[in-house]
Structures are given as C-alpha cells and as structure tokens.
C-alpha cells in the first residue's frame, strides 16, 4: 500500500526558506505522479505545485511561480518542495499527493494516495 509522510514544516520569518520533503513508501515513487497541495483555515485544498511522472514536468500555481520549486529523487522515493521568499500567505498544512501515472494536474481529485500534512507557518 502506498504511505506518503512529509517533513520540513515550521515556522519562518517572511522572507525566509523552507524545504519540505515526502517520502513514499510500499511502492515505487517512478510510477506516480506527485502533487503538493495546500490548506490555510476556512479555505478550501488548493494545488501549490506537481512533477509528472513520466517525464517529471512540473506545473506551478501562478502565485508560487519563481519562489518555489519542486523536484523528485526517484532513487529515494522521495519529492521536494523548496519554498523561498515566504510570505504571511503561504502559512497553512502542507500535503503530497500521488497519483499513478497520469499527467501533472493541480485538481486535488485525481489524486488517490495523501500524507497527513505538515505545518507551514509564515510570521514575524
């Protein structure tokens, strides 16, 4: 069965960096499709970014565009999210999804397989 877990979550200064991580485990990352979403309070789930699998062509949501980057390690089963000049906005919980081979969408709905979410604070 597919687990994801991501890491890296806290609490950043606007302007600052941070790296989030998932690690996929009971299958192999290759074959899936990977999407970073995110949810601030009162808000609904909202694509942040994704790497296909086939050919790993990233797809970003146009307020993320230049500051944030995703990437993938298919040797580790693992994806990335580095995230720089974080603004009070970008505060919310933090999730990876994975999708099996399909082509890079920031729909939440294609995707079948969630982690648990990590914190991402932005304050002063």
């Known amino acids: 069965q597919v687990q994801l877990v991501e890491s890296g979550g806290g609490l950043v200064q606007p302007g600052g960096s941070l790296r989030l991580s998932c690690t996929m485990s009971?299958?192999?990352?290759?074959?899936?499709?990977i999407g970073w979403f995110r949810q601030a309070p009162g808000k609904e789930r909202e694509g942040v970014s994704c790497?296909?699998?086939?050919?790993?062509?990233?797809v970003y949501a146009d307020s993320m565009k230049g500051r944030f980057t995703i990437s993938r390690d298919n040797r580790k089963n693992e994806i990335y999210l580095q995230m720089n000049n974080l603004r009070p906005e970008d505060t919310a919980v933090y999730y990876c999804?994975?999708?099996?081979?399909?082509?890079?969408?920031?729909?939440?709905?294609?995707?079948?397989?969630w982690g648990q979410g990590t914190q991402v604070t932005v304050s002063s």
């Open positions: 999804a994975a999708v099996y081979f399909r082509q890079c969408v920031l729909s939440p709905s294609p995707y079948g397989y």
């Open positions: 009971g299958f192999s990352l290759q074959y899936f499709t």
């Open positions: 790497i296909s699998s086939r050919d790993s062509t990233t």
